[in-house]
């Protein structure tokens, strides 16, 4: 039930009184365990790769933690890519899945040697024409229908997505590739957001595999890579059990060794793209109660915003509260726990039971580590927080200052 933080209140204090809130802070030791789970999980797999999902937290301090750990990046933009240059990563250390791509993108991402991973048929032309097939390429599967998981329980609706090839695509796609040159495959499929199953990657993975199988025996291509993509989930709810990364490793495991294996297909490298997983749980939105007010519902004002954290906003998602210095207080009190946005839905939290909070408390919002910042914006001029990052030495590093009003006017003609 009960979740926990990776900071006390007491260290909490000290920072804010270097660094005012509101501010997201994230957690060295914690990411670096969350990868070497990652990693051993799949170690079966000799060439197992995770490329980060960059979008979901793209700082170079975190970034440069993950490539210690092993760890390539994802990118679906221009400057993602640019950034992943920047911390230095080369070549296959870098996937590019997009989508709706403009030309710049795919010639930088081609410049940099990424693997490009491509979201459709019509794609391939416009690649060659733009600068030629790759040696390695990927595509992007959609099965369409509704996808289900072992116990038959429908995870999404694939036909609803915007992404990816159909199957037949799939076999003309490879095909057209293979004549334009290409000697290396991949197959990449993202199929459900944020599953709390273990049996989500285990699922996919066999129907990728099934599908590479199909693919060798149909038009005799080899795939290389399987890229399982992101949506391995975190437990958001204090009620919801986490998942179990060993057990998924295992999962895929098994399927790997029922359909790949007795093909011929031992020596394909999976690679992962996970975002939430990998730093969700280890990042937290840190935020000062400022105001109060009693009406027909009693409401905390604290001095973060929907434009720190848009999740709840957006999605009406669950992001856990805990009160610093009060965790073992009595959740005796009901409260909307709001920002300063001119938008109704801009509420971290809805009637959350909750120990009292006074002014000046530190609201510490739980599993902001991935989707949190990087969904940032400047709605009603709110400007964009600070970056800390604890270290496993307990000292704090600044790894992006707050935005400051120059910010704000930097674009602005005036
Ligand atoms: C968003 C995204 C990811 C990461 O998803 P998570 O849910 O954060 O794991 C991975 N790959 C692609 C192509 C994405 O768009």
Not at 153 to 181: C, H, I, N, S
Not at 211 to 224: A, L, N, P, R
Not at 268 to 297: D, Q, W
């Amino acid at each position: 039930m009960a979740k926990t933080t990776f900071v006390t209140k007491e260290r909490l204090e000290e920072i804010a009184a270097e660094y005012p809130t509101p501010f997201h802070l994230y957690d060295e030791r914690g990411i670096r365990e969350t990868a070497r789970a990652l990693n051993k999980a799949f170690s079966w797999n000799a060439g197992f790769r995770e490329y980060f999902a960059v979008k979901a937290t793209p700082n170079p301090y975190i970034m440069k933690i993950l490539t210690e750990e092993g760890c390539g990046f994802d990118c679906s933009s221009y400057t993602e890519l640019l950034l992943s240059d920047r911390v230095g990563a080369k070549g296959g250390d870098i996937m590019f899945s997009s989508n709706e791509t403009p030309d710049a993108d795919f010639l930088l991402a081609a410049k940099l040697g990424a693997f490009i991973n491509l979201d459709d048929f019509t794609h391939i032309e416009i690649l060659d024409k733009l600068c030629g097939i790759p040696e390695t390429i990927f595509c992007r599967y959609n099965p369409g229908g509704e996808f289900k998981g072992e116990s038959g329980f429908v995870m999404d609706r694939p036909k609803d997505a915007k992404y990816g090839f159909t199957k037949e695509q799939l076999f003309e796609g490879y095909k057209l590739l293979r004549d334009k040159g290409a000697k290396k495959f991949g197959i990449h499929a993202f199929l459900a957001s944020n599953t709390v199953t273990n049996g989500y990657y285990p699922a996919l993975a066999k129907t990728l595999f099934e599908t590479v199988v199909e693919i060798k025996d149909k038009i005799g291509v080899g795939m290389s890579y399987v890229n399982l993509s992101g949506g391995v989930g975190i437990a958001y709810g204090p009620d919801e059990t986490p998942n179990d990364i060993a057990e998924i490793g295992r999962g895929v495991e098994k399927a790997f060794d029922e359909v790949m294996v007795p093909n011929g297909l031992g020596g394909v490298s999976i690679f992962t793209e996970l975002g939430r997983f990998m730093l969700a749980p280890n990042g937290c939105l840190v935020t000062r109660a400022i105001r109060e007010k009693h009406i027909y519902k009693e409401y905390v004002g604290v001095d973060a915003c929907a434009a720190n954290l848009m999740r709840p906003a957006m999605y009406k998602a669950y992001h856990h509260i805990t009160v610093a210095g009060k965790e073992n207080a009595p959740r005796d009190c009901k409260y909307d726990v709001v920002g300063g946005l001119c938008e109704n839905n801009d509420k971290f939290a809805i009637d959350r039971m909750l120990p009292k909070i006074d002014a000046g408390d530190l609201l510490i919002i739980h599993d902001t580590g991935a989707h949190g910042f990087s969904m940032g914006y400047n709605y009603n001029g709110k400007l964009r927080s600070a970056e800390l990052l604890l270290r496993e030495d307990n000292s704090v590093k600044l790894i992006r200052r707050a935005e400051t009003p120059e910010d704000y006017f930097a674009t602005l003609e005036i």
